[in-house]
């Protein structure tokens, strides 16, 4: 039995495989079932995962985005963007997705997908990068605070019931 206090090893991080899709999407899809559970703005498509599966195809393409993962554990993903001209800073990384699988979390794996995301923005000179979380998503909020980051902007949702109409 794994010890809370001394757990193994986190597993290495590497890019992202095309073959790695298949078992990221089992895990993105449970985090999102989890998602729509707490919240049902997060309900998916029903086309959801091919067009999930081609995305993660199209950023590991692109130059200036990353796919990681710590098979078969977790994964990660972001990309540099432009920021609007006002600010001092002219890129901001962004890390679009982070996903551990429920039975991996709190083993490091998180803090390894991470730490190789702010290598990979910290190699291209950014200065800094941005993400999201679920309000409901305390676990989250607090491993990001732990991770160094601080909250900076809250989204709001509004439903207007045009799509009943």
Not at 43 to 69: G, H, K, T
Not at 74 to 90: D, E, K, M, T
Request: aromatic letters at 10%; proline letters at 5%; one cysteine or more.
């Amino acid at each position: 039995m794994q010890s809370e206090r001394h757990p193994q090893p986190a597993p290495g991080v590497r890019p992202a495989r095309s073959q790695d899709v298949a078992w990221m999407l089992t895990l993105w899809t449970a985090m999102m079932a989890e998602h729509a559970r707490q919240d049902p703005a997060f309900a998916l498509a029903e086309d959801a995962e091919r067009i999930w599966q081609q995305s993660m195809w199209d950023i590991m393409a692109r130059p200036d985005s990353f796919v990681l993962v710590a098979e078969p554990y977790g994964f990660c993903c972001g990309w540099v963007s432009r920021h609007p001209a006002i600010y001092l800073a002219r890129e901001v990384g962004l890390l679009s997705e982070i996903c551990v699988a429920s039975g991996a979390q709190r083993q490091g794996v998180g803090r390894a997908l991470m730490e190789a995301a702010k290598d990979w923005f910290i190699s291209r000179d950014v200065d800094d990068f941005q993400l999201a979380t679920a309000m409901f998503n305390h676990r989250a909020q607090r491993f990001f605070r732990a991770m160094g980051g601080r909250p900076l902007l809250m989204r709001y949702h509004f439903e207007l019931g045009a799509k009943n109409a």
